[in-house]
């Protein structure tokens, strides 16, 4: 009997010391997100200058047209692998509810399989000595606009062409241009 009392003791203290633990866990992955939606709003915020150049990680660049500047929303975070991407939308169609998804540009390491993406376009590679990373830009597959915001949505959609035009490396990257999109 006593040997019983022991094991519910012992169980009932792993139960609350496993509910314990688990809060905390829950506590530190909810302050972890917090932290990652600060840093993405500080990279949000900081990632345009006035002139609409975009500086990603340091490592490269690209213009957005001076129109865009009211009309479009930066969302920069660091994925997984090691890479980073950049998405633009525009504002109307993001808060009507579709998306606005406008491009996505991706820095993504040499080994990342880019080519199972449903729509991408491959820029080229940021070679810095042995560190190399593929540029790949991914455009929406489906409406991202509702009939209200399709007008604005096609008109900043039609000049996504000079935004991967001016990318750019930065510091000591260097640029290789894939020849395709010449």
Known sequence: ???????????????????RVNREAQGDTESIREE??????????????????????????????????????????ELENGGYVCTV??????NAGPGGLLFAMEILPETEDYTTY???RYLGRLVNGAEIRNVVVSEPTD???TE???????????QRQLV???????????FEKNCETE
Request: proline share 2%.
């Open 1 to 19: 009997m006593k040997t019983n009392r022991f094991v519910y003791l012992v169980l009932a203290l792993c139960v609350i010391g496993c509910g």
């Open 36 to 77: 990652q939606q600060d840093r993405a709003q500080e990279s949000e915020s900081t990632a345009r200058e006035d002139d609409g150049k975009v500086v990603l990680n340091n490592c490269c660049s690209f213009l957005l047209p001076g129109e865009w500047q009211d009309k479009t929303k930066l969302a920069i975070r």
């Open 89 to 94: 939308t525009e504002v109307t169609s993001e």
């Open 118 to 120: 449903p729509d991408y």
């Open 143 to 145: 409406v991202q606009y």
């Open 148 to 158: 209200e915001t399709e007008a604005k949505y096609k008109e900043l959609s039609k």
């Open 164 to 174: 991967y035009d001016s990318f750019e490396a930065e510091g000591n990257w260097q």
